[in-house]
């Protein structure tokens, strides 16, 4: 079965600061999706990445994909409180997606 | 454009109560239907998907069932609930295997 570890589990950190969330995953897959979940709510989709090399940006967030390496990160640039909330990474596998474990994320001011 | 209503947003359930909770898509057809549960601080884990109607595909045994009695319905039950089955119900779609899903606005149930 298809395996998806993220790390950080938790991470703590102080606004305008950089950090890098991981996700690995057991078996080959071409796409990968990140999505962000605040408390309480429901998965919003981040990013898509469909191909080794993928890189997309949108604000403080850039995702990238390296399908070699199975292994796609999340960086956070000048972080800000609504940055705040769980982010998982998801891997196609046979028939549905497979989540890694969340990674949840606090901004402190 | 495509959306997904899950209903309802919160329920409390005593132990041993039948449990139905549904979701619907628009602007989409044939659609793969997806539920997820997640306990408290924990990550999500997939409970049924649907490639289509009266297709079911069960990935975890357990107390619960599911059905698609149409194409862009999709409905969780359970005949008798446990406290083990309080969680965040999430249902989701994708326009077909392996592509980005879509979630629904979730259903908090609290066994008691």
């Known amino acids: 079965e298809l395996k998806v570890e993220q790390n950080p589990l938790f991470l703590s950190m102080q606004e305008g600061k950089n950090y890098t969330i991981y996700c690995n995953y057991s078996t080959t897959s071409d796409r990968l999706y990140w999505y962000r979940q605040d408390p309480g709510k429901s998965l919003e989709s981040l990013f898509v990445?469909?191909?080794?090399?993928a890189v997309k940006q949108e604000g403080r967030l850039m995702a990238s994909l390296d399908t070699k390496a199975r292994l796609s990160t999340l960086h956070i640039t000048a972080a800000v409180h609504d940055l705040s909330a769980t982010y998982f990474c998801a891997v196609t596998g046979a028939n549905n997606l497979f989540f890694g474990t969340g990674t949840r994320l606090t901004v402190i001011p | 454009s495509q959306t997904i209503h899950q209903w309802p947003a919160t329920l409390v359930q005593p132990v041993g109560s039948p449990l139905s909770l549904e979701c619907t898509v628009e602007?989409?057809?044939?659609?793969?239907l997806y539920w997820y549960r997640q306990a408290a601080g924990r990550g999500l884990q997939l409970l049924f998907y649907?490639?289509?109607?009266?297709?079911i595909s069960s990935e975890v045994p357990q107390n619960l069932s599911a059905s698609r009695p149409q194409d862009r319905q999709f409905i969780l039950s359970s005949k008798k609930l446990l406290l083990s089955d309080s969680g965040f119900y999430l249902c989701a779609w994708s326009m077909g295997i392996n592509t980005e899903a879509f979630f629904g606005q979730g259903t908090r149930l609290t066994v008691v």
């Open positions: 990445l469909l191909s080794n090399g």
């Open positions: 649907s490639v289509g109607i009266g297709q």
């Open positions: 602007g989409t057809s044939n659609p793969n």
